[in-house]
């Protein structure tokens, strides 16, 4: 039986999902996009927190090119449908999860997996990783978000500079951007990225879902609508069960036990 091209365990709260192609860096094939989507599903279902990573030597280098042919004689792909069908989709989905999604770079993250890795809420990458814009050196443009992701995390300059040349972004000098959240010995990033995930898992849950959701509104309301976003966030919370906790352990000087709720 062929292996299964996501693996996903849950524990302690936390889905761990791991893209498991390894013999192709992790590239996406449809049965992968399909399995990655039932694990995000599944997560949101009874998770509060994910974690994502990958199989072997790589992250996830974007498209699996196998799946594309491009024989003279043959009708060109439709990327379109291809994006519409899979890769928008799953960046939405990434951003819709109300729970965190901490992302382990394991490897070297290229053209949609440098994207879907964008699109997590906190990225763990290995010092050994990298994130290559690969597509211009195939004749695309950057997909999955990277056109919307790359100008703001790191200004329009960075972002142009990589889109065009398609060079390799080491992780460290990402961290250094700004691009990701930390770049971390190679060795040390399983126990790294798990601890942000358990830590998510045993938090707020419903607080980082509205600070997940606020921080994307932000991207495109004026400082007056997002002030009611705010407004509105906190009026809810402020309801939540999560909210009485954590006031009353800070009373009692005692940790918090969040559950949710
Ligand atoms: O088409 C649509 O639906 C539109 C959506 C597009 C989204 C996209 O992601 S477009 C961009 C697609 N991705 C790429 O262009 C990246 C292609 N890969 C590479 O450039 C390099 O593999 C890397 C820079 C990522 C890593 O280089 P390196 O030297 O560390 O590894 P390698 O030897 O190139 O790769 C190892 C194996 O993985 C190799 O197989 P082999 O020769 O050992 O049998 C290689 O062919 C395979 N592999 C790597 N990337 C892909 C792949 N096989 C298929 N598709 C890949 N994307």
């Known amino acids: 039986m062929a292996e299964e091209s996501v693996l996903y365990a849950l524990a ?105 890795a964008l699109a997590c809420d906190m990225v763990l990458a290995a010092k050994s990783a990298a994130f290559i814009q690969a597509f211009s050196r195939i004749g695309l443009i950057p997909d999955s978000g990277g056109t919307w992701f790359l100008p703001r995390l790191i200004g329009d300059a960075r972002a142009m500079a990589l889109a065009l040349t398609g060079d390799k972004l080491p992780a460290e000098t990402a961290a250094e951007w700004g691009l990701i959240w930390k770049c971390v010995a190679d060795d040390e990033l399983p126990a790294q990225a798990e601890a942000l995930a358990r830590q998510f898992a045993a938090g707020p849950t419903r607080a980082y879902a509205r600070i997940k959701e606020s921080i994307q509104l932000a991207a495109t ?32 000087k005692r940790a918090a036990n969040f559950t949710g709720e």
């Open 221 to 252: 309301n004026t400082l007056a609508a997002q002030l009611d976003v705010e407004r509105d966030f906190m009026a809810e919370l402020g309801r939540s069960k999560d909210y009485r906790e954590g006031v009353a352990a800070f009373m009692e």
């Open 12 to 116: 302690d709260g936390v889905a761990r999902i791991m893209l498991n192609r390894p013999e192709r860096l992790n590239s996406f094939n449809p049965g992968m996009h399909l399995a990655l989507r039932a694990a995000l599903e599944r997560a949101s279902r009874e998770a509060r927190a994910v974690l994502l990573t990958g199989a072997g030597r790589g992250f996830c280098a974007g498209q699996d090119l196998n799946d594309r042919s491009v024989a003279a004689d043959e009708a060109p792909p439709d990327i379109g449908a291809s994006i519409d069908l899979y890769y928008k989709p799953l960046i939405l989905q990434i951003k819709r999860l109300p729970m965190p999604v901490v992302c382990a770079v394991n490897g070297v993250a290229a053209g949609a997996g440098a994207s879907i």
